[in-house]
């Protein structure tokens, strides 16, 4: 742990598949409509299938969706 080998990977930590072109082929299609307009990026030596990006924005204004009764 103290080697500063235990650095985080966005590779694998961002991404929804990482391998072969063919694995992230099949598991986008595997999700169908939820890799809707996603790409298998290439990503030095293998590729990647991610969640977009959203900038994070806080809703002061949020109501709860359920209420207890």
């Known amino acids: 742990m103290g080697n500063g080998n235990n650095l985080r990977d966005d590779k694998w ?7 072969s072109k063919g694995f992230v ?9 939820l890799a809707k307009g996603r790409k298998a990026k ?11 990006s959203a900038p994070y ?4 204004l949020a ?3 359920f209420f207890l009764v």
Do not use: F, N
């Open 13 to 19: 930590t961002k991404g929804i598949a990482v391998g």
């Open 25 to 33: 082929e099949h598991v986008k299609s595997a999700l169908r409509a």
């Open 42 to 52: 290439e990503s030095g030596d293998s590729y990647q299938l991610r969640e977009p």
């Open 57 to 60: 924005q806080a809703d002061s």
């Open 63 to 65: 109501r709860p969706r």
